[in-house]
Each structure stands twice: as C-alpha cells, then as structure tokens.
C-alpha cells in the first residue's frame, strides 16, 4: 500500500520515507541531534503529520519526550515559566498559572480540541509558525520571551516577532516561554470571529498590551487604549478580511474584551 | 531505520513489537498487531477516525509515532469487550440509538466517549458537544452520537451503583 499509495495521493507519515529516530536525554544531547542534516524536533506529532502531508520528508526524528527539564510550568516573583513541552490540557488546566495569571489558561483552553489538547504542546504550535495557531498571538499580548537552549548551555531569548522573522538560534530548541509578571494582570481572549479575526487582551496596573490576528496574518501588537484600532498597520488585510473590517471589528472584539475583564 | 522492540500494554496484555520507530502508532497496531478497528482515514490528527486512548488520555494514533507508545497503556475499540462478553455500555448505547451508519468514525467516538465518561461521569450536553467536535462525522449527524453517548454516561453510573 505505501509504495501504491505513494505520489498518487498527498504523501503522509505512512507513506513517506521512514524517518531515522534519535531519542534525546538532555538538553545538550538534544542541540547535537538537531544539528544533524534533516533532523526535527517532536513534541507531540500533532502538526509534524501535517507537515509531512504537505511534502515535508525530515531525514531524522529528534524525540524531546525524555527531556524533563522542558517540561513544567513554575510561577516565580518576577516571572512565569512554562516548558516547551507542556500540553495544551496540562498549561489550560495549571492552578498555579490560573492564580497567578487569571484568563490566560482559559484561553489556552480554547485552543484545539479535547482529543488534541492532550498531546500538543505549546512549543509545537510555536514551532510549527502556521498563522492560524494562536499561542504566538496569546503570548505577544502578554509580552513574554521564548527562550531557546544555546549550544555552550543556558537560553537565548527572542519575542513571538522575533520567531516569525526567523530570528533565532539555530539549531532551534525552544526550552520555555518566559511571561513576565505584572501587578493587577488579567487576560482574556477574544475567538468568536475565528478564523476572520481574534483578539487578546492583557491589562494590568501599570498599563497593558492588545493582539489581534486571522488565520493569515502574523500577530500584531497594539496598545490597549480606546485609539488601539487606529494603530493597525495598513497591510493588516488578507482575502478574506479588510483592512477597514479589521479595525471595525477589531474595536468590537476590543471592546468585548474589555467588558469580559470589567465583569470579572 | 532498523526495527525494534517496543513494549507497552495494549487493551490490558503486555506485548512487546518489532516495529520501527518512527512508523506510525496506527500502523504498528493495525498491521503489527492487527486491530483493524484502529481506522485511518485523513492521517493527520484532524478526523479522529483513528482515536485511541494513551495512559487513557485521547490521542490520534495516525499522528503518533510508534516509539511514543513505549511503555504507556494504549487501549483501542478492541478492547472495549471481549467476545462472548457484555458490550461495553458505549457500544450498547450506540447500536440502540443508530448513532453510526458507515461506520469508519465509530471506533474513534467511542475512545473519545470512553475518555470523556471517565473524566466527566455525568456530563451536560455542552461538555458532550465540545469533547465530540474533536471527531468528525460526516453521515450519521452527531444527534444520535450525543444521545448515545448520555445513555451510556447513565447506563454507567446506574452499573456503579447497582
Ligand atoms: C485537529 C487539530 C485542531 C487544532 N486546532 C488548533 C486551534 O484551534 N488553535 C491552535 O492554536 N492550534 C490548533 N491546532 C494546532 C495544535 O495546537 C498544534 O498541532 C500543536 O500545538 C503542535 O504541538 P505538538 O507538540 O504536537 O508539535 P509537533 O507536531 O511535535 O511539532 C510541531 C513543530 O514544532 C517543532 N518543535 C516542537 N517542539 C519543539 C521545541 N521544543 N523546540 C524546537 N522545535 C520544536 C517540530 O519540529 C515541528 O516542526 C490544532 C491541531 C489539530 C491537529
């Protein structure tokens, strides 16, 4: 079947040339294996057997499984923690990360669905850089770092900007998300326009950052004030939305999202 | 990629397969192992067709490789009831309700339902409806699905109690 099969229909994981497996036991092991030739990361596999159905054939499999240390969410003063391979239903339903950030894992709880949440990780869906993932556009509002593992030890961080320009080390190992803590922080992630447009917004005591996104457009971050739509860039349009749609329902998006965090 | 012995339990008996690694999960048990119910259909996590349960938590096994079963419990629809044994109360509760026609997505609704009962016994028709969309049905309609899958959620707790 799989020879059959082969470029008569899209080629998928089944299909394709099987892939060499390299399990990594540690941070360092990992950064040698994926400086191989052809070599990727897994996480989950969620998005990785998308990848494969639109060409992608890597050479080599780099299994993260066995590296607790990415692994784990911890809530310090200045910051919290999140490994790169947490799960979308471990972070969503993380009490720490619920006490010390209110609304941010419910809105992680939306994303995917409940057969998905179980295994995909947010490194994956920052990793996979598809528009239409949201974690990237959760984190921009709440300005974190990805921090990623440097080769001579330690982490180099880079914003959710920085992952859509490619500018990050290579070989890239996404070690955790860094989001910074902020007196008085809330969150809420507006989605009912999804796919057209989403919106996250991050107020806290000294101020506040908004995102807004499509299935598209790479996430965008404004400021949180009543002005916020004006600011959107005039390329901020795709085929399915205006630019004018987008500001209009932008504000109306924004504005939701304001009254979800004055209810709360 | 030369194969290897991959031991995990599966539907309850401990099997170690020689597989390659990096063959996907769903493959190893449908030809390796030979649970036909483990159903491919869109090979990319999005249709469910293929939903087993890892350590009882959901996952698609096309889009799993076969070394992340190591070790783990994997359960499939084979498992669900042996033959010349009761039907699992899912299994029952879907014949009655006609809640499948072609049948292709049936294995993989009732792991997902299987997953579902055992985190939310008494679920309301929302939480029914948002686990189930991670499935996709394209002749049934999921109004049978859903009536199902609240009888069986009430055949199972009366079992419990009795
Ligand atoms: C049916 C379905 C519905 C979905 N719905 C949504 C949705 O509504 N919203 C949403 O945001 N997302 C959605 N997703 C996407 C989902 O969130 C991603 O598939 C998932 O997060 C990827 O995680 P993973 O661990 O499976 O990644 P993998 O598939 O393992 O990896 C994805 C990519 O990231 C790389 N990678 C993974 N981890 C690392 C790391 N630590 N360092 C470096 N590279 C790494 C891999 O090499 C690969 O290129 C959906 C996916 C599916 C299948």
Known sequence: MRASAHGLIATTIATAPRAELRRAASVPEALDLLALPGAVAVAGGTDLCAQYNEGAQPARLVALDAVEELRGITVAADEIRIGALTTHAAGSTSAPLRAALPGFPEAWAMLANPRVRFRATIGGNLMARRTRYEMSLLLTALGAELRFAAPGGGVVAASAHDLWEGRIPQPALLHHIAIPRRRGARFTYQRALRPQLTLALHLHDAGGLAAIGTEWLRPVALPPDDDTLSALPGSFADPVISHWYARRAGATLLRRAREALDAR | ?162
Not at chain 2, 15 to 34: F, K
Not at chain 2, 37 to 60: K, Q, W, Y
Not at chain 2, 132 to 150: D, M
Request: with cysteine; net charge negative; charged share 20%.
């Open chain 2, 1 to 162: 990629m030369p194969a290897e012995t991959i031991r995990f339990t599966l539907d309850g008996r401990e099997v170690a397969v020689t597989a390659e690694p990096a063959e996907p999960l769903a493959n190893l048990l449908r030809e390796a192992c030979g649970i036909q119910g483990v159903r491919v259909a869109c090979s990319r996590a999005v249709c469910g067709a293929c939903t087993i349960l890892v350590d009882g938590e959901p996952a698609a096994s096309c889009a799993m490789f076969a070394y992340q079963a190591e070790g783990r419990a994997v359960e499939t629809v084979a498992g669900l009831s042996q033959p010349g044994q009761a039907l699992h109360p899912l299994q029952e509760a879907f014949a009655r309700h006609a809640a499948f026609q072609c049948g292709t997505c049936t294995a993989g609704f009732l792991m997902l339902a299987k997953a579902l009962l055992a985190r939310h016994p008494e679920p309301d028709r929302a939480t029914i409806a948002e686990w189930l969309s991670s499935n996709i049905c394209r002749c049934t309609g999921y109004g049978a699905i859903i009536a199902a899958v609240e009888e069986a959620a009430a055949m199972m707790r009366a079992e419990k109690m009795a």
